[in-house]
């Protein structure tokens, strides 16, 4: 098996118990209300990323990305660098497993990387809003059924992050975007970074080769 095979199985696979929990912060005050869904795509859209992954203990690796949006359907491929196709999938409701060289048929690959595509590409569904800020900007909360609970932090820079609890408030992914050259229309992040676990976890850095409105 080839060691890139390897490290992205266990990216979506790797423990998140003994890591230092980061918990549910308290919200300061503010008169502000932001729109924080305005950091999501709208209609159907075609992203290409280059990936760079890590893990805790070192190990790196690389890969392309191919991912289709049009909420609530996902389609994705991962490829490696020379184009092989190593997992390709479509969600839609439920998933669809079109292709998976072994390791990455595995059920819980698959389901854990809809969910990371869902949590950096489509809004959240709750209206349950509270609003908030803190030292990096103003803060959306939303409380979605049974947990967990989503930060959208809205920078000064145009950038964001997102912070995401479980039901235990316990801190399990996180999303940092830095923005392209400011328009007037919504533009993709020429760079996004996610990270599972917190920092003891694992780490997706995805930079954006094209984006094509469909």
């Not at 990323?49 to 491929?77: M, Q, R, W, Y």
């Amino acid at each position: 098996m080839k060691p890139v095979y390897c490290l992205f199985f266990m990216l979506f696979l790797v423990s998140c118990a003994d890591r230092q929990a980061v918990y549910l912060p308290p919200l300061a005050g503010t008169t502000e209300m932001p729109d924080c869904r305005k950091i999501y795509p709208q209609g159907r859209w075609q992203f290409v990323h280059s990936l760079e992954f890590s893990l805790a203990d070192g190990k790196k690796g690389n890969a392309v990305g191919v991912t289709v949006i049009d909420d609530p359907v996902i389609e994705c491929a991962l490829m490696t660098v020379e184009g092989l196709v190593l997992f390709a999938a479509r969600y839609d409701r439920g998933l669809k497993i079109k292709r998976a060289i072994p390791p990455f048929d595995n059920q819980e690959f698959a389901g854990g990387l809809i969910r990371d595509l869902q949590l950096i590409f489509f809004p959240p569904l709750s209206e349950d809003i509270q609003y908030g800020k803190n030292d990096n900007g103003t803060i959306c909360r939303y409380r979605q059924s049974a947990g967990p609970w989503l930060d959208i932090i809205l920078s000064t820079d145009q950038g964001w992050r997102l912070n995401q609890y479980g039901p235990d408030k316990i801190r399990n992914r996180s999303v940092t975007a830095r923005p392209g050259p400011v328009a007037r229309q919504w533009q993709p992040p020429e760079y996004l970074e996610l990270t599972a676990c917190d920092a003891a976890g694992y780490t997706l850095k995805m930079t954006l080769v094209s984006a094509e409105k469909l």
